[in-house]
């Protein structure tokens, strides 16, 4: 691919498609580092990074949700569990 292909090529895929870096230089047949590099001289850049990253914010936020609703739920139990029988045994040695 040439020079001017390949940059097309990877503005295309990464800003307008959404890739990651990766991706893009695989498709490209160019090295993550120069795809990256090309990349970041783009005006959009700036903006794209922000963008990316506020999504990335947000996904980070529902995998933290889920993962606490499927593994907190249980802890909770157990601790109310632990709380009502602390309440249970302390009432019976003291009264």
Known sequence: MSDKLWKKEAHKLYFEK???????????????????AYLKSC??????????GAESKK?????Q????????TAYEVIK??????????SAEKYH
């Open 18 to 36: 959404g890739l990651n870096i990766s991706k893009t230089a695989e498709a490209v047949g160019r090295t993550r580092q120069t795809v990256a």
């Open 80 to 89: 109310r569990e632990h709380a009502q029988a602390v309440r249970e045994l």
């Open 59 to 63: 996904r980070r936020k529902a995998g």
């Open 65 to 72: 949700l889920r993962w606490d609703r499927s593994n907190r």
């Open 43 to 52: 005006p959009e850049w700036e903006a794209d990074k922000i963008k990316r």
